[in-house]
């Protein structure tokens, strides 16, 4: 079992940035993708960036660029920084953490990030 402990998040204004971390506290098994997703209101929660074990990042076109996901493996903890951001930035974000070897899914706890003036 993992325990995925998420910190930051926030309001800031357009243009601004904000980091968002998570740690992941137990053993993981196997190959491990640690992700952010984000959840508007009303809308589904999406992936906004990924990174595999070997480093491997993904990114949707709506925050390429702008977001960048980075992994530190001696302590399990990934962490969110995101630049230029825009009132559709705003959503609650989650961070995720999927053991392959047992395909469970792990959530941490969300945060709500607010774009506005």
């Known amino acids: 079992q993992l325990q995925v402990v998420q910190s930051g998040g926030g309001l800031v204004q357009p243009g601004g940035s904000l980091t968002l971390s998570c740690s992941a506290s137990?053993?993981?098994?196997?190959?491990?993708?640690m992700a952010w997703y984000r959840q508007a209101p009303g809308k589904y929660r999406h992936s906004v960036a990924e990174i595999t074990q070997i480093g491997r990042t993904t990114y949707p076109d709506a925050v390429r660029g702008r977001y960048t996901i980075v992994r530190e493996h001696t302590n399990n903890t990934v962490v969110l920084q995101k630049n230029d951001l825009q009132p559709e930035d705003t959503a609650v974000y989650y961070c995720h953490v999927h053991e392959s070897n047992t395909d469970i899914h792990y959530w941490g706890q969300g945060a709500q990030v607010t774009v506005s003036e």
């Open positions: 137990g053993r993981m098994y196997g190959f491990t993708t």
